[in-house]
């Protein structure tokens, strides 16, 4: 009843919105429904003007109403976003910024995200959840891929990455990821790192048994050069992680999962029977792959796919839309609360005496 009556306030005020929203949609689509008609208009008049060597020209001048059309939509969608989301995180005495994000050089810090050639961060989260502050955002990676029709980008990762500030320490570093997937999203591992060795080794011992010229020496160097090209390989395993060993729990559902990098006490005072069976929970609640990483006084989060506070530019801000936003963004703004009692780092900041009272220290254990 409550969720109810709020939504019917917030869409009361936000009707001038609504009819931003509607009038905005309708300058897009007759920029692009006028798109071909403008074509037509430059390819006439570039021919009166003979001005046909100048085609690049032309191709750029058509792109302006699509661009000017998707330009509309983006200043419409972090308009959105703002408006819908900054109350609600205020509320929760968080601060919302949805045009930026953790920047490059904060998030690389984390370790958890691979190279990449270009970095898009948006829906900045900062806040404090009783003794931690938090900073979070939504995140892609690109790399450059070169085609014949020139050079463009390519996204390899999205997802959001959290970063957690502890009231104690972690005298050594902790990693927690997929199960197989590597340290990083985009991490080498075993498997792929021997695959085109070895698929090169198959490949052409077959070609040869079935051209029945299988000679000793024609193996030994189909051999050596599959050797040779495992080196690379091993050597570049070898650096990605050359002082993180590999923890096995006892838990068979949490290593079916997950897979754990670091020091072996360490990992197993965070990692306790308790811990590993809320992640595996957490887990199977999110639906999505996540990285961890605790060192120092700080814990990083990294969920692969996640969306936050996306609005529908064609829904209508009626009540139920309304409402569903509501229901949904204020689980995304608890996010890092679900995650911090997941690992457990609530219990143990309050086992530390972390959460002030008689019984609390100060500085770092």
Known sequence: MALESAAR?????????????????????????????????????????HLDSLGQLWVALIALPPAAAFALLSYLRTKLKGKLTRPLAKSLGFAYTPQWGLPWKEAEASGLLPPADRYESEDLLEGEIPPFAFRASDLALYE???????????????????????PFTFPQEVRIAPQGAGLTPKALTPGNL???????????????????????????????????????????????????????????????????YGDQVEARKLLTPRVQEALVMFRRRLGKPFWAAFGGSEAWFLIRGRNRFEPSLLRPLNQKTLRGYVEAWTRDLMEAKRLLEAVGLDLEARKRGRFGGEDATLGPV
């Open 9 to 49: 306030a917030l869409e009361a005020r936000l009707a001038p919105l609504e009819r931003e929203r509607r009038r905005t949609l309708r300058y897009a689509l007759a920029l692009l429904l006028a798109t071909p008609l403008w074509a037509y208009f430059l390819a006439f008049l570039f021919q009166v003007l």
């Open 144 to 166: 450059k891929v070169r085609t014949k029709s020139g050079t463009r980008y390519r996204r390899f990762f999205s997802g959001a990455l959290y970063r957690l500030k502890l």
């Open 194 to 260: 021997l695959l085109i060795p070895l698929v090169f080794l198959t490949v052409g011992l077959t070609g040869l048994t079935r051209a029945g010229d299988l000679q000793a020496h024609t193996l030994y160097a189909f051999l050596a050069l599959a050797f040779l090209l495992t080196l690379p390989s091993l050597y570049a395993l070898y650096r990605q992680a050359p002082k993180k060993r590999r923890v096995i729990l006892e838990s068979g559902a949490f290593e079916r999962l997950f897979d754990v």
